[in-house]
């Protein structure tokens, strides 16, 4: 089957810096592909990228072979990739409810069904629905920021570092809660985790220095010692 | 509990003059501060919004304050030349130049706010010092078309003769007609916004906006959609409070708008950047203050209200309702 995201020999700056140096990548529909690396490699660089929020210098992103780059970050959101940066991007002074009220892109049928899988996924929010999503946890936010890509029907899913910041007994939590979501959706991952990585990854990319320097089934790498060593420290 | 603070200030401030001023004269002020506190409010709030969404410094937001006021102007003396509706004692015909003025203020500064937006202040999103220059110069260029198209003197602001004079209640209190009618429109502009940013679909998507503009466009909303209609109805109150103020003071001025976005900036700080009932409250108390002071020592009357700034500042300084962003 033809891949769902391709990324070929993207480079992008940030201000004078040259933080992408050529970032290949190719995303299988239906697999969750991990991005790996050390802190400053480039993969939530990578991720706002593929977003449009910011324009490659050079290289091409293409979504089910069309090329996107040259879109912008709403026209790329409404092709059916939903993006859950680092550090959530909830509005704070807005409650859950308005949260993914903001999300929903249509009001089908389609969309309020999958609303109602994520409230199943996630109780605690329908708990807290009226509640400011500021007041939530950081694992009650990080529901709330899945959920919210979740609402849509997107094709693919960006989620980077979920695990950020949050408690392990939450982090357990999460993974099994996005276990249950790859079902329906090809997803991209940026994790530091690597137990939450190796569980839910089928395919891996390792980046270091803003390029990619290793890609392979997820299983391969959680066996090869020294190229985690290499490249990840763990 | 902490938001209840601020109103407890404003009652306080509302009442502690009762102490030196005598009550006739403190209804009376307490009116003509209630309404230049609204239609400075008219002011502020479409620059609370433009600052808070877009993060636009508009100095060129006074400019188009006297462009509705002119355009105002035009059309009632168009109006009243023709029909004669502003020296007519019928109430209908008043209100009729009035709704005619507003909707030619309204339709020449929001078209206007949508060119500056497009042709100006898109292409320096982002940087402060550029959008104070440019818009700056626009006000400059703004304010002498002014001059070219009604002259440079003073203009006499025809005003419907239902809303001259005053009300005698129970032949006790003198109150000014004027002042009501401004206060009423303040009270519902206030209100329509509050219901379009909390009750509808696109007020959620400005709110949101104002907090965190990318991820509301990663989310699929075109957010330069969302700047420009902000951006014209920002405009367009502040056109609208250039004709109100107009005809406040019955008269008009080309450089009446800069005088006005002093206030406005300064109510804007106090309420708090990007907040619609920040810039409310703000806009009250220093339309009081001003007019308490101007009447007991009124070479304080703009020191106060810059003291008021400086004191919210220092206790709060992202502003009264401000998140502080």
């Known amino acids: 089957m033809a891949d769902l995201l391709e990324l070929e020999g993207v480079h992008t700056d940030i201000d004078q810096h040259h933080i992408l140096q050529g970032v ?136 980077d570092e979920p695990s950020k910041g949050l408690a392990p007994i939450v982090i357990e939590h999460l993974t099994a809660a996005l276990a249950t979501m790859k079902e329906h959706a090809t997803v991209v991952l940026v994790e530091q985790n690597f137990a939450m990585a190796s569980r839910l990854g089928d395919d891996c990319y390792v980046m270091d220095d803003g390029r990619t320097v290793h890609a392979g089934p997820m299983a391969s790498l959680a066996a090869d010692q020294a190229l985690k060593r290499k490249y990840l420290g763990v | 509990m902490r938001r209840a603070v601020p109103p407890l200030l404003g009652l306080a401030l509302l009442l502690l003059p009762l102490l030196a001023i005598e009550p006739r004269a403190w209804l009376t002020l307490t009116v ?26 508009n100095f060129a937001h006074g400019a188009l304050f006297s462009w509705g006021a002119y355009a105002g102007f035009s059309v009632a003396l168009l109006v009243n030349g023709r029909w004669g509706w502003a020296d007519s004692p019928s109430v209908l015909a008043n209100a009729g130049l009035l709704l005619l003025a507003v909707a030619g203020a309204v339709v020449v500064s929001s078209a206007l706010g949508i060119v500056l937006e497009r042709v100006i202040v898109r292409p320096v999103y982002g940087q402060h010092l550029f959008q104070i220059l440019i818009t700056l110069g626009a006000t400059i260029v703004l304010e002498e078309l002014i001059r070219i198209a009604w002259g440079p003197n003073d203009q006499v602001m025809p005003v419907p003769v239902t809303f001259k004079g005053s009300w005698d209640v129970a032949d006790l209190v003198v109150v000014l007609r004027f002042p009501i009618i401004a206060i009423a429109l303040g009270a519902a502009v206030y209100a329509g916004m509050w219901w379009l940013l909390h009750r509808t679909r696109v007020g959620l998507i400005v709110r949101a906006g104002v907090e965190n503009k990318e991820m509301v466009q990663v989310m699929g909303h075109d957010i330069h959609r969302y700047f420009t209609a902000v951006f014209a109805a920002g405009s367009a109150l502040a056109g609208v409070g250039g004709l109100m103020w107009g005809m406040f003071n019955q008269s008009i001025r080309p450089a009446m708008g800069g005088e006005q976005l002093i206030f406005a900036f300064i109510v804007v700080i106090i309420g708090g950047l990007g907040s619609v009932t920040g810039s409310l409250v703000g806009a009250l108390l220093v339309g009081l203050s001003y007019n308490y002071v101007a009447y007991l020592v009124p070479k304080a009357a703009i020191g106060v209200t810059m003291a008021i700034m400086v004191l919210v500042l220092l206790v709060r300084p992202t502003g009264l309702y401000g998140t502080g962003k």
Do not use: C, W
């Open chain 1, 24 to 159: 290949s990548l190719r995303v299988r529909p239906g697999a969750v592909t991990v991005l790996l690396g050390r802190n400053g490699a480039g993969k939530t660089t990578t991720m706002r990228t593929i977003m449009g929020v910011l324009r490659p210098r050079r290289g091409a992103v293409r979504f089910d072979g069309r090329p996107i780059h040259a879109l912008a970050p709403h026209a790329i959101a409404r092709l059916g990739i939903g993006y859950v940066p680092e550090g959530q991007g909830i509005f704070a002074t807005l409650t859950v409810d308005e949260n993914l009220r903001v999300a929903m892109l249509a009001d089908t049928a389609e969309s309020r069904d999958r609303l109602r899988r994520a409230l199943v996924l996630f109780p605690d929010l329908e708990r807290f629905r009226d509640a400011r999503a500021g007041t939530l946890s950081g694992g009650q936010k990080q529901m709330l920021a899945i959920a919210r890509a979740f609402v849509n029907p997107t094709r693919l899913l960006l989620i």
């Open chain 2, 32 to 57: 003509a501060g209630l309404a230049m506190g609204m239609l400075v409010f008219l002011v502020a709030a479409g620059l609370t919004l433009i600052f808070g969404l877009m993060d636009v410094l």
